[in-house]
């Protein structure tokens, strides 16, 4: 292989790497049904919200965490047996919340919404399952970008004990922040089975990559000259 061939094959590596830079991909999904913990050890979770606190950061290890409208308030994860009307999605828990002010916490906070879910890294879509149990309720789910700038909204009125599905895709994989909120006239209500897809950015090292194809560039450029030179010479 010649030094003008060689050459030319390392400027198309070199034109490679600098689209590689930057690329965007999405990652498998992942779910949080309540069930497990982040580690997928079991929950034995209360079925009264004097029993517990608010969720926080148990799926901190999955880059997810959550909190309530003010501290030591927001959602709890409580067994189906706490007779919300309706069983859980997949398992036996759920995110449960009422705004009852005779429902406290163990540490006095309440299980109240709007609910915020935080992502350490962006994500490309989320979705999560709601339902009123005894009654009929609205839903909306808010998605913000790192900014807090809001990227859209989801809404959607649930039939009695039923299910139905909240959701919100960004193709530009910027979601930071989901809010979750029962605007409807219903004070208890559950979440199941959260999921969400995180971005992956595949990113070479700039520095070393294109050091290295410039080294290689310019050792075969002195090759090609090196042998110019010889050739004049003879």
């Known amino acids: 292989m010649t030094a003008t061939s060689i050459l030319k094959k390392l400027?198309?590596?070199?034109?490679?790497?600098?689209?590689?830079?930057?690329?965007?991909?999405?990652?498998?999904?992942?779910?949080?049904?309540?069930?497990?913990?982040?580690?997928g050890n079991p929950i034995n979770a209360p079925s009264t919200f004097i029993e517990s606190t608010a969720l926080t950061n148990l799926y901190a290890p999955l880059g997810v965490t959550f909190s309530g409208p003010v501290q030591l308030s927001g959602g709890i994860i409580l067994d189906q047996?706490?007779?919300?009307?309706?069983?859980?999605?997949s398992g036996s828990n759920f995110l449960a919340f009422n705004r009852d002010p005779d429902a406290i916490l163990s540490n006095?906070?309440?299980?109240?919404?709007?609910e915020s879910i935080s992502f350490a890294d962006p994500i490309s879509?989320?979705?999560?399952?709601?339902s009123g149990g005894?009654?009929?309720?609205?839903?909306?789910?808010?998605?913000?970008?790192?900014?807090?700038?809001?990227?859209?909204?989801d809404t959607i009125t649930i039939a009695v004990?039923?299910?139905?599905?909240?959701?919100?895709?960004?193709s530009l994989g910027n979601i930071s922040l989901v809010i979750l909120t029962g605007i409807g006239a219903d004070n208890?209500?559950?979440y199941d089975n959260l999921s969400f897809t995180p971005v992956s950015k595949s990113v070479p090292e700039p520095a070393s990559l294109i050091g290295i194809l410039g080294l290689g560039a310019f050792g075969i450029t002195?090759?090609?000259?090196?042998?110019?030179?010889?050739?004049?010479?003879?």
Do not use: M, W, Y
Request: hydrophobic residues 45%.
């Open 81 to 89: 047996s706490s007779n919300f009307g309706i069983n859980a999605l």
């Open 161 to 170: 004990k039923e299910f139905g599905q909240l959701s919100f895709s960004s």
């Open 188 to 190: 208890t209500f559950v």
């Open 125 to 130: 879509d989320f979705s999560i399952f709601a």
């Open 11 to 39: 400027s198309i590596a070199i034109g490679t790497a600098f689209i590689t830079l930057g690329t965007i991909s999405t990652a498998q999904a992942s779910l949080i049904n309540f069930d497990t913990d982040a580690n």
């Open 134 to 153: 005894f009654e009929s309720n609205t839903f909306q789910l808010q998605a913000f970008d790192i900014n807090n700038l809001l990227l859209g909204t």
């Open 222 to 234: 002195s090759l090609c000259k090196r042998k110019h030179q010889a050739a004049v010479k003879t």
């Open 108 to 114: 006095g906070g309440l299980p109240i919404d709007p």
